[in-house]
């Protein structure tokens, strides 16, 4: 530090105004780190934002020193904590090494302008200070970093507005204490900073909650796209899309806004009330509602500014140094009223918009529904003769009921399907026609659906045949006249549900064992899981691995091979449970879900009796098969209480057993 009393003074105060935190980015785009670049385009563009970054901050802290209003850089407001917030939820860690770089380099710049020679400690001296001074702003800013990432649009919903005045003005707390023991740490018994810390939290608090939200409304969108894509554009609409004219009207209100401000500065002048005028200043909020009523949440951070920047330069040019502490609560007032306002105003213009979309596409549906329906009606009405003809033709099963919902048509493919010939359908009631273990479901969804106009679907089994079919009906209505009966369409689904289920058994069994694959194994042991967390139960996983199965294979060949795994998954399923799972996971490795199990003690019981049914000779086409099994033993919740870490841990006891010896056991332990 400088020997000079004033020369310490300023030097001091730019220390004690800088320093911030980092929290993560607001989307997606910014979640990689500053740092990261690997293409060199990118590198140049991570440069671009440093410098750009580091002058923003001398500019805005010089800008501070100019407008100064008690000593030691204690103006109205301190624009450099504003970008030290906006930094550190832009760039993460990345934001609080630009905050101590710009802290650091506008101390050394500020005193080599007063042409100080600063020693080896000096500076040391002035980098541990800026480190401690970020300290402060990231122990309070960080912990916003998820909620940035998790919203797209910032500063829109009470809690985040709550959340972000909380780091706001613990981190100005935090960085005023930090001013303080810095300043007594100095023994200077000639300053007492006491007097002005006031001023510096309030100035801090003021600088974060009016700079802040304008640049993560305004400049942050856009820094994501230049980090991206390399372009620089200003991106982010507001919720409600307004005509071109809108954009140039912000503009226009804005001066009308500021005009408004020259006004009720002026007026208590005027009137020889300048001693009153601090709080006057409150009628400026009239005006900001008014603006941010006509823009938004954009509206409201931009009035904002404007305002507080307009009171700043105005109470700078006049200098009512008795009132600074009155001047810094109606700036309080105006960033408070802008962002729970802007706010509001912002959740209701997206609730607008969503309600906007969602009735355009309701009504859309509802159009092409009706329109389909009414068609469907008309030609049925017009054509019915035509119609029976195509229908007793189609290759689909068709069916008429009445209101009470008996059979009045059957086309001949229904009959096929029903195994019932027309007089025989006569007069049966629906449901004698769905198989016992459907109908409670069936007629279900019938009486929800009595009065439905649109067309209704569903799948149930035939009764007394092997037939699925896939049902589509419509209820009947006349002009004047309730529900008149319903039209059915059976599509015969059998042979599509035993492609499904065979499908399904591709995709969750090996083709080899007919045992469970690694997908459907992982299924079963969460499911098991779940049910074990429910229920206060133990879950053993055993991973095994065939000791000498590949010189089985080599010596007696692959198809020898293939029929000891398919030994292996016989032998395995007979020693389980009905409610135990056997997998194969690939090659020659298996594992075993042991659901509700006792201590440790059973499952190694278990792979105890499996490493011996193993051991046993395979009586194989080509010889005898010799081999083992090395198997790891993790459980639930005694090991872990995640799937995957319970599986590794698994592994990782097998291969513990293998490298023991092979045809052992081993429970995983902390030190294998």
């Not at 503009?251 to 007026?267: H, K, N, S």
């Not at 009628?283 to 920047?309: D, E, I, K, N």
């Not at 309701?362 to 469907?376: F, I, M, P, S």
């Amino acid at each position: 530090m400088k020997s000079d009393e004033s020369g310490f003074v300023l030097a001091s105060a730019a220390q004690a105004r800088t320093g911030q935190d980092a929290a993560p980015p607001a989307n997606a785009a910014m979640t990689e780190p500053l740092s990261s670049a690997s293409a060199p385009g990118q590198r140049q563009r991570i440069l671009a934002l440093v410098i750009g970054y580091l002058l923003l901050y001398f500019g805005a802290f010089w800008a501070a020193a100019l407008l100064d209003q008690g000593g030691l850089i204690a103006s109205l407001w301190y624009p450099p904590a504003g970008l030290t917030v906006f930094g550190m939820l832009a760039f993460g860690w990345a934001g609080v090494a630009l905050d101590v770089a710009g802290s650091f380099l506008t101390l050394l710049i500020l005193e080599t302008a007063q042409g100080a020679s600063l020693s080896a400690d000096q500076v040391l001296s002035e980098l541990i200070y800026a480190l401690f001074h970020t300290a402060g702003y990231a122990a309070a800013v960080l912990p916003l970093r998820h909620w940035v990432r998790s919203v797209g649009s910032c500063l829109a919903q009470p809690a985040q507005i709550s959340g972000f005045l909380f780091a706001a003005l613990l981190g100005a707390a935090l960085a005023t204490g930090i001013n303080l023991i810095w300043f007594y740490s100095t023994r200077l018994s000639d300053f007492s900073p006491l007097s002005i810390a006031s001023t510096w939290l309030v100035g801090d608090f003021i600088g974060i909650i009016t700079f802040t939200p304008l640049l993560l409304v305004f400049l942050l969108p856009s820094l994501n796209q230049y980090r991206q894509q390399g372009r620089w554009c200003w991106t982010g609409e507001p919720a409600v899309k307004v005509s071109g004219s809108a954009h140039h009207s912000i503009l226009a209100d804005g001066l009308m806004l500021v005009t408004m401000l020259l006004m009720i500065f002026g007026i208590p002048w005027s009137l020889e009330m300048g001693r009153h005028f601090p709080f006057a200043a409150l009628l400026l909020l009239m005006p900001l509602a008014w603006f941010t009523q006509r823009h938004g949440l954009r509206g409201a951070v931009l009035g904002t500014m404007l305002l507080s920047s307009g009171l700043v330069v105005l109470v700078a040019l006049l200098n009512p140094s008795d009132y600074t502490l009155e001047y810094q609560l109606v700036m309080i007032a105006i960033a408070l009223t802008g962002l729970l306002l802007g706010g509001a105003v912002e959740t209701r213009n997206q609730a607008q918009a969503a309600l906007q979309v969602q009735a355009m596409r309701l009504e859309q549906d509802v159009a092409a529904r009706t329109e389909e329906l009414q068609r469907a009606y008309q030609e049925l009405a017009s054509k019915e003769h035509h119609q029976r003809t195509l229908v007793n033709a189609a290759p689909v099963g068709i069916a008429e009921f009445d209101a009470q919902g008996y059979c009045r048509y059957l086309n001949p493919v229904g009959c096929a399907l029903t195994a019932c010939n027309l007089e025989a359908a006569w007069g049966r009631h629906i449901f004698e026609f769905i198989h016992p273990d459907d109908r409670d479901h069936v007629e279900f969804i019938w009486q929800l659906n009595a009065t439905y106009a649109g067309v209704n679907q569903l799948e149930f089994h035939l009764r007394g045949t092997d037939f699925w079919v896939s049902a589509h009906w419509i209820n009947l209505f006349k002009v004047g006249q309730p529900f008149v009966g319903s039209i059915i369409i059976f599509v015969d689904n059998t042979e599509q549900r035993r492609k499904d289920q065979q499908l399904w058994f591709q995709a969750h069994y090996d083709a080899l064992t007919d045992l469970p694959n690694r997908n459907l194994f992982w299924e079963r042991l969460t499911q098991n899981l779940h049910r074990a967390k429910r229920n206060h139960q133990n879950v053993a996983v055993l991973w095994i691995d065939l000791d000498g199965f590949k010189a089985v294979n080599d010596t007696l060949g692959h198809a020898a091979g293939d029929e000891v795994l398919q030994q292996v998954a016989h032998r395995l399923s007979g020693r389980m449970r009905d409610s135990d799972t056997v997998a194969r996971m690939g090659g020659d490795e298996f594992a075993v879900i042991l659901p509700d199990i006792g201590e440790i003690g059973a499952a190694e019981q278990v792979a105890a009796d499996l490493t011996v049914l193993l051991a046993k000779p395979f009586a194989l086409k080509g010889g005898v098969g010799h081999i083992s099994a090395s198997i790891g033993i993790a459980m639930y919740p005694l090991h872990t209480e995640d799937a995957e870490v319970l599986v590794n841990y698994a592994d990782t006891a097998m291969y513990f057993a293998k490298n023991a010896g092979k045809n052992q056991i081993a429970v995983w332990q902390p030190d294998i």
